[in-house]
């Protein structure tokens, strides 16, 4: 039987997962509100060239929208620690 603290744990764990799951299709799709939706407000993201709050990074992400022609993240073996 598990114990509740267990149940929490798979609870955040699942959590975090559909959370990364809708930041790939809000990025994939150019959808800022969506990306934004998926960070806490004091959040910070680190992408290499743009480092700074999370909030932030759907307006940067989202600039490169006239630069490529297609982006498909593809999501596999994750580990949430």
């Known amino acids: 039987m598990l114990t509740d603290a ?5 609870w955040d764990k ?11 299709r ?5 959808d800022g509100d969506l990306v934004r939706s998926t960070y806490w407000p004091d959040s ?3 992408h290499g060239s743009f480092i700074g709050p ?3 990074w759907a307006a940067a992400g989202l600039a490169w929208r ?3 022609y297609n982006n498909s993240h593809h999501v596999s073996n994750v580990l949430i620690e």
């Open 6 to 10: 267990q149940l929490m744990e798979l």
């Open 14 to 24: 699942q959590k975090l997962h559909e959370n990364l799951m809708l930041y790939c």
């Open 26 to 30: 809000g990025i994939d799709r150019m």
């Open 44 to 46: 910070t993201d680190d």
């Open 54 to 56: 999370g909030q932030d």
């Open 66 to 68: 006239e630069k490529i």
